[in-house]
């Protein structure tokens, strides 16, 4: 089934962008890098990708999404190649430029070639989130020994390198066999040469009704929310284990690598749970992973006392439910919107949360010393708070 394979290969893709995951922020911090700076990495990483967010849906559109899904994983490995020169700023602002611009080819893409795949297999478009929870599911599963290996791959080498290379090689393997998969409807060209034509079919395509802008609200605070808890979880962490930010050591990738593979582990049990309940039960925690996200993720921040196994205890089980906040609300974009307006639709909404990410960022690289990261999981507990309401009232308008 093209579906299944689609969600296989590009779960595997974003799990090999994850070899370096668990401990990419301390090697940064190992080479010389501030902690300040790492903000500003990634506010150069927001304003890239909503640069090219802009021509992204232009070059999708003529290209197709299979190609574009191509392009962006081959430039996620070229990513990995340029972190090699760390503590080079200006060639680490580039590499993270590089990645925005992945990530904005990569965005929709998947999506609405998953839904062609699901329309050719004359499924269901609902069932496009039990797919994503596939999706989730198996990146989880991957992630679990990712973690464990990118770890093993820096104790045995003695050194973080050996692991950003590895990354790369993998990931241009992975698009190689994305390439295999064949894109089962003819993409819908348009006449680029005609900006009028252009720029009027954008207009018919994208209303700014009700459901299009609270979806893009809530899009926008679900990415202010992750910020921390992807990027700098790891300080975090380290603190807790040795008090310190410290330069290389096998202790260090090692305790970083079980935290990484413990909540990938939690989430793929999770996700593989979410798929064989019942449809109630499903609804019942879709509606209530804002709620406990806000608690768990609170206690595993301020309520530990520093304790190493609780906190990784409960940072895990929060992210379980943080990851069903994304999966839903990226599966509803398939649910409400035709084929063609998957991908831009998914493209606006993430040009619109990288203005309010890099804004963000940019804040905190020069209002925020380097040991005040935990201002930004407050943050993000409070937009958890006000995902809830936004939700339901997302529900209530297209019941």
């Given at each position: 089934?093209?579906?299944?394979?689609?969600?296989?290969?590009?779960?595997?893709?974003?799990?090999?962008?994850?070899?370096?995951?668990?401990?990419?922020?301390?090697?940064?911090?190992?080479?010389?890098?501030?902690?300040?700076?790492?903000?500003?990495?990634?506010?150069?990483?927001?304003?890239?990708?909503?640069?090219?967010?802009?021509?992204?849906?232009?070059?999708?559109?003529?290209?197709?999404?299979?190609?574009?899904?191509?392009?962006?994983?081959?430039?996620?490995?070229?990513?990995?190649?340029?972190?090699?020169?760390?503590?080079?700023?200006?060639?680490?602002?580039?590499?993270?430029?590089?990645?925005?611009?992945?990530?904005?080819?990569?965005?929709?893409?998947?999506?609405?070639?998953?839904?062609?795949?699901?329309?050719?297999?004359?499924?269901?478009?609902?069932?496009?989130?039990?797919?994503?929870?596939?999706?989730?599911?198996?990146?989880?599963?991957?992630?679990?020994?990712?973690?464990?290996?990118?770890?093993?791959?820096?104790?045995?080498?003695?050194?973080?390198?050996?692991?950003?290379?590895?990354?790369?090689?993998?990931?241009?393997?992975?698009?190689?066999?994305?390439?295999?998969?064949?894109?089962?409807?003819?993409?819908?060209?348009?006449?680029?040469?005609?900006?009028?034509?252009?720029?009027?079919?954008?207009?018919?395509?994208?209303?700014?009704?009700?459901?299009?802008?609270?979806?893009?609200?809530?899009?926008?605070?679900?990415?202010?929310?992750?910020?921390?808890?992807?990027?700098?979880?790891?300080?975090?962490?380290?603190?807790?284990?040795?008090?310190?930010?410290?330069?290389?050591?096998?202790?260090?990738?090692?305790?970083?690598?079980?935290?990484?593979?413990?909540?990938?582990?939690?989430?793929?049990?999770?996700?593989?749970?979410?798929?064989?309940?019942?449809?109630?039960?499903?609804?019942?925690?879709?509606?209530?992973?804002?709620?406990?996200?806000?608690?768990?993720?609170?206690?595993?921040?301020?309520?530990?006392?520093?304790?190493?196994?609780?906190?990784?205890?409960?940072?895990?089980?929060?992210?379980?439910?943080?990851?069903?906040?994304?999966?839903?609300?990226?599966?509803?974009?398939?649910?409400?919107?035709?084929?063609?307006?998957?991908?831009?639709?998914?493209?606006?909404?993430?040009?619109?949360?990288?203005?309010?990410t890099a804004s963000i960022w940019l804040f905190y690289f020069n209002f925020l010393q380097n040991g005040s990261y935990k201002t930004m999981f407050s943050v993000s507990i409070l937009c958890l708070i006000l995902i809830y309401p936004l939700n339901y009232i997302s529900k209530k308008i297209n019941n």
């Amino acid at each position: 089934m093209l579906a299944k394979r689609l969600c296989v290969l590009f779960s595997c893709a974003e799990s090999c962008r994850l070899l370096t995951g668990a401990f990419h922020v301390i090697y940064l911090l190992s080479t010389g890098i501030e902690l300040r700076y790492l903000f500003l990495l990634q506010a150069t990483f927001s304003i890239s990708n909503l640069i090219s967010e802009i021509y992204s849906i232009r070059l999708t559109a003529v290209i197709g999404p299979r190609w574009a899904l191509i392009m962006g994983v081959n430039l996620w490995g070229l990513y990995f190649f340029l972190c090699l020169f760390s503590p080079n700023i200006f060639i680490l602002v580039f590499a993270y430029a590089v990645y925005g611009c992945g990530f904005s080819l990569v965005n929709g893409s998947f999506e609405q070639w998953l839904e062609s795949c699901i329309i050719n297999n004359n499924e269901n478009k609902s069932s496009s989130i039990d797919y994503m929870r596939m999706r989730r599911k198996y990146f989880s599963l991957l992630n679990v020994v990712v973690g464990f290996v990118g770890a093993l791959f820096v104790s045995l080498s003695n050194s973080y390198y050996i692991a950003y290379v590895a990354s790369a090689i993998l990931l241009f393997t992975v698009s190689y066999f994305l390439c295999l998969i064949p894109y089962v409807e003819t993409p819908k060209k348009i006449n680029c040469n005609n900006d009028k034509t252009y720029k009027a079919t954008q207009k018919d395509n994208i209303i700014l009704d009700k459901k299009t802008s609270l979806y893009f609200l809530i899009a926008i605070i679900t990415s202010i929310l992750f910020m921390p808890i992807l990027h700098l979880w790891q300080p975090l962490f380290e603190n807790i284990y040795s008090g310190e930010i410290l330069g290389f050591s096998i202790e260090t990738a090692m305790m970083l690598g079980l935290v990484f593979s413990s909540y990938n582990l939690f989430n793929f049990i999770f996700n593989h749970i979410t798929i064989k309940i019942k449809q109630h039960q499903k609804k019942w925690i879709d509606s209530n992973s804002s709620i406990f996200s806000v608690i768990l993720l609170s206690l595993s921040i301020y309520a530990t006392n520093n304790n190493f196994i609780l906190t990784c205890l409960l940072f895990s089980l929060s992210y379980c439910f943080l990851s069903q906040i994304q999966i839903i609300h990226r599966s509803r974009a398939i649910v409400f919107w035709s084929d063609e307006k998957i991908n831009q639709v998914l493209s606006y909404s993430n040009f619109l949360s990288r203005i309010f990410t890099a804004s963000i960022w940019l804040f905190y690289f020069n209002f925020l010393q380097n040991g005040s990261y935990k201002t930004m999981f407050s943050v993000s507990i409070l937009c958890l708070i006000l995902i809830y309401p936004l939700n339901y009232i997302s529900k209530k308008i297209n019941n």
